[in-house]
């Protein structure tokens, strides 16, 4: 039976949304939790053998909330890769831009929101252009460079 490791619905210093406040939660919880998964992806590498990224759903009073988790197979889970890859998992990231990506939602003041992006996939081509090399070769996040 596999174990799964819930790691959050966004980076941990970052506004998210907000169940029962939210408009619109259902769709801003998912395109946040679909690109906390791709910037998950963008700081730390695929997920080794055994570990796959998985999106947990979880009843409320207010309704159903998400949040990004990882399944690790019961034979992986004392491997090393797999071991080293969950510590990294396990601190989440501090902020959207320290894996190169656009908060995919703006929280403005009245409980309002705004779509940075349509969906994940312009989050992820936004996030390759913000993070191949400059003109001066060097890299954004420096964890790029080679």
């Not at 169940?19 to 992806?41: K, W």
Request: charged letters at 20%.
């Amino acid at each position: 039976m596999p174990y799964y490791i819930e790691i959050g619905a966004a980076p941990w210093n970052e506004d998210c949304a907000q169940l029962g406040q939210t408009p619109d939660f259902a769709t801003i919880n998912r395109l946040e939790v679909d690109a906390y998964r791709g910037a998950m992806i963008a700081a730390y590498g695929p997920p080794p053998k055994g570990i796959t990224f998985a999106i947990r759903s979880n009843p409320h009073d207010f309704g159903t909330y998400r949040e990004l988790a990882v399944k690790v197979d019961k034979n992986d889970f004392e491997d090393a890769t797999a071991a080293e890859y969950l510590d990294k998992l396990e601190n989440g990231l501090t902020s959207w831009i320290s894996a190169g990506f656009t908060a995919p939602v703006s929280y403005l003041p009245g409980a309002q929101t705004r779509k940075n992006a349509a969906n994940v996939n312009d989050l992820i081509r936004s996030a390759k252009m913000v993070t191949r090399p400059m003109s001066d070769g060097r890299f954004f996040p420096a964890s790029n460079s080679t």
